[in-house]
Nanobody
Framework: QVQLVESGGGLVQAGGSLSVSCTAS???????MGWFRQAPGKEREFVAQ???????TYADSVKGRFTISRDNAKNACYLQMNSLKPEDTAVYYC?????????WGQGTQVTVSS
């Protein structure tokens, strides 16, 4: 079973940038990797996804501001977040899977102050 560990969360002012990372303990061959987030009192929502071959998908709310990338040799996935807004405050989760997202990380808190 793949285990994921996120890192890089923290506190940042609105308009600032932050990058979060996800590293898988096992190989993620052919797996898509993605980021989701959950704000207090809200449902978990999709943020971004990157396929094994590098095709990306973004939620409309983060298009143009966030960039997802991966390093297959390192079994890692990254989310660069720019022009952050208070609405981006949430626990960010990394996930990997093939047909569905089967494995999830523990989450890392991102707080954007106004």
């Amino acid at each position: 079973q793949v285990q994921l560990v996120e890192s890089g969360g923290g506190l940042v002012q609105a308009g600032g940038s932050l990058s979060v990372s996800c590293t898988a303990s096992g190989r993620t061959t052919s797996y898509a990797m993605g980021w989701f987030r959950q704000a207090p009192g809200k449902e978990r929502e999709f943020v971004a996804q990157i396929s094994w071959t590098g095709d990306t998908t973004y939620a409309d709310s983060v298009k143009g501001r966030f960039t997802i990338s991966r390093d297959n040799a390192k079994n890692a996935c990254y989310l660069q977040m720019n022009s952050l807004k208070p609405e981006d405050t949430a626990v960010y989760y990394c996930a990997v899977g093939r047909s569905t997202y089967d494995y999830w990380g523990q989450g890392t808190q991102v707080t954007v102050s106004s």
